[in-house]
């Protein structure tokens, strides 16, 4: 090894040795990250921006303001210096010996320490790799790579462009991925004689991977400054900066520091956290990152012999007239308020089910196994059984008009025509909720109303998302009552992602991820939400008189009286919460009475909490 001068001589040790301990004589002396020199922010320009495509969440309808950062904005989200309250919270150590974090004037353990000594080379990047001996959890083991300078010391320096000069930003990060695999793959040569691999294309993740004996050693190598780089259904473009998962969302606020130092301490905290909450470092996106719990808890089941094991993939069966999009559609409904909706209202309520599809991810009972074809008879006798079996079943709604369901509610099937019937499929939950009393939310019809002529069911039936629900909630428990807006955010990124990319089978081609794809599994928790939110729809009519005039997915708009509440007192996930709320003026109320139509409706909504500053922004 070669001790002169520019050497890393931090590693002259045995790289097999994962002690970091500073009891070692030979090992390096750790500093503290509250080091009191002042720190020299890495510059942040286009190239480099910490810019993302938007997050889709899977049950939310929000989209971006016009007050949305956009690529080549020179922040993360903040100003610097603005320290918020989440950064100020401790670091545990559930992350150390997986996960290091490197900055251009050295480099951190998650928990904190600090060694001033910069990885300015590939050779001693090789060498701190070897050095850490990282192990997985629950993914590969993790190198960040936090700001710009460093990129530029390894030779990861790259030019796309400015947005100014393309009208599609699609082409600024194609161009930006296509050069950073051109500078990355230059500089490889290095980790190859040292016996590493390349897993895949460079890019934003360099994946290495290398033999030690009959073992593989994988290390991800995480290039902070370029994941906006990052495409792939977890994420939309759209000119906009979004959610970057376990870094945060620029829009909002949540993004690393601005500076490198705080920026590395705060990314580990937050790899400490979600090593501490959720018993896996962060996949390379929220819905990967749910996928890794999910699959940490497989391996525990399958060691223990307890709990259900799902091995293979659940695709959609072959099935004749399926709707297009969704099999199941989220509720989209609005209408124009009467006289009484109007008599004494005083203010506009939305309410939305607290993290609705974690709530029923965890209350279902999901189908597995190879399933069965029926038909005829068999399909109809099928679906009159006490418990019907988890499937899909293809039936004819029957025209509304005919039945003696609430006009001020949406149809109880978002295929439904109220002067039609409409042949469909639908999964058990909607089929169970069809045949529920309409006090409940349902139609109140007997299966024979249905006229069911196939189905498609699963010999296998259990809660197999019940304990991922459970991680989920509980670390989202954790991070609502600590005030760490940030990882509350992620959460709510991971359960929406996972649950989103269930329907998307490239999302999950490896032999090992197959099981993730669960497209009936997703319909059947989109439509719990929606038969969810119709029973509470009913009681509130009960319980106050007052009807919704608007539904998205899990949110009910409302107008009330003053002083009315209509959410649950209760902070369970799945019930009723406040999610915008804002007093109406006189000139409000005119403009719902005058409405024509749900668009003139939807833009009243819409300008009352555009003129309320108060009002909540919803999960």
């Not at 918020?84 to 480099?107: C, N």
């Not at 099935?319 to 209408?335: H, N, Q, S, V, Y």
Request: proline share 7%; charged share 25%.
């Amino acid at each position: 090894m070669n001790t002169d001068d520019e050497q890393f001589t931090l590693f002259d040790i045995d790289p097999g040795t994962p002690d970091h301990s500073t009891d070692d004589p030979s090992s390096p002396e750790p500093e503290t990250a509250d080091k009191s020199k002042p720190h020299q922010a890495g510059a942040v320009t286009a190239t480099a921006a910490t810019t993302s495509t938007a997050l889709e969440p899977a049950d939310s309808d929000e989209t971006p303001t016009d007050s949305t950062p956009r690529v080549g904005d020179d922040s993360r989200g903040q100003d610097s210096g603005d320290t918020k309250p989440w950064e100020a919270l401790p670091s545990g150590t559930d992350a150390d010996g997986h996960a290091l974090i490197v900055t251009a004037d050295g480099f951190y353990t998650p928990s904190g320490q600090f060694w001033d000594k910069p990885v300015d080379s590939i050779d001693k990047l090789d060498k701190l790799i070897q050095w850490a001996a990282l192990t997985p959890l629950g993914v590969p083991a993790q190198v960040w790579v936090v700001g710009i300078d460093l990129c530029t010391q390894l030779g990861w320096a790259i030019d796309p462009g400015s947005e100014d000069d393309v009208d599609d930003l699609e082409v600024l990060r194609v161009r930006a991925v296509e050069e950073l695999r051109d500078v990355i793959s230059g500089t490889l040569p290095p980790l190859v004689a040292a016996g590493w691999e390349l897993r895949g294309d460079p890019g934003h993740v360099i994946h290495l991977s290398r033999q030690i004996g009959k073992a593989t050693q994988m290390v991800d190598v995480i290039l902070e400054p370029y994941v906006w780089t990052y495409w792939n259904k977890d994420f939309g473009w759209g000119n906009r900066i979004g959610d970057m998962g376990i870094l945060g969302n620029p829009a909002v606020g949540t993004y690393l520091p601005d500076d490198d130092e705080p920026a590395a301490r705060e990314l580990g905290r937050r790899l400490a956290w979600s090593a501490q909450h959720l018993g896996v470092l962060p996949g390379p996106t929220p819905a990967r990152t749910g996928a890794a719990v999910l699959d940490k808890i497989r391996r525990e089941r399958t060691r223990s012999a307890k709990g259900i094991v799902v091995t293979t993939a659940g695709p959609m069966p072959p099935i004749d007239g399926a709707p297009r999009g969704d099999l199941e559609p989220a509720a989209g409904w609005a209408r124009v308020p009467d006289s009484d909706d109007l008599e004494e209202t005083a203010q506009l309520v939305t309410i939305d089910q607290r993290a609705a599809y974690l709530a029923s991810a965890g209350m279902l009972a999901f189908g597995y196994g190879k399933p069965k074809y029926l038909t005829g008879d068999a399909a109809s006798t099928a679906a009159t059984e006490d418990k019907p079996p988890f499937g899909i079943w293809r039936v004819t709604l029957p025209a509304a008009g005919q039945y003696a369901i609430p006009e001020k509610l949406p149809l109880p099937h978002p295929a439904m025509r109220d002067d039609q019937p409409v042949q469909t499929w639908i999964t058990t939950v909607s089929l169970e909720g069809l045949c529920a009393p309409i006090a409940d939310g349902g139609m109140g019809l007997d299966v024979d109303d249905l006229a069911v002529t196939e189905a498609w069911v699963y010999p296998e039936r259990g809660r197999a998302l019940d304990k991922w629900a459970k991680v989920l909630r509980e670390a989202r428990t954790a991070a609502t009552e600590s005030g760490d807006v940030a990882m509350k955010r992620f959460l709510g990124a991971c359960y929406k992602g996972y649950i989103g990319r269930m329907v998307n089978p490239d999302m999950w081609t490896a032999t090992r991820m197959q099981h993730h794809h669960q497209p009936i599994w997703r319909a059947a928790i989109i439509a719990h939400c929606r038969w969810r939110g119709r029973r509470v729809a009913m009681r509130i009519a009960r319980e106050t008189g007052r009807w919704p005039i608007r539904t998205m997915t899990d949110s009910w708009v409302y107008l009330l009286g003053d002083g009315q509440a209509v959410a649950d007192d209760s902070d369970a996930l799945g019930k009723m919460a406040v999610e915008k709320h804002a007093a109406l003026t006189d000139e409000m109320i005119l403009a719902f009475a005058a409405a024509t139509d749900t668009h003139e409706v939807k833009l009243a909504i819409s300008q009352a909490y555009a003129t309320d500053d108060e009002s909540d922004e919803g999960e």
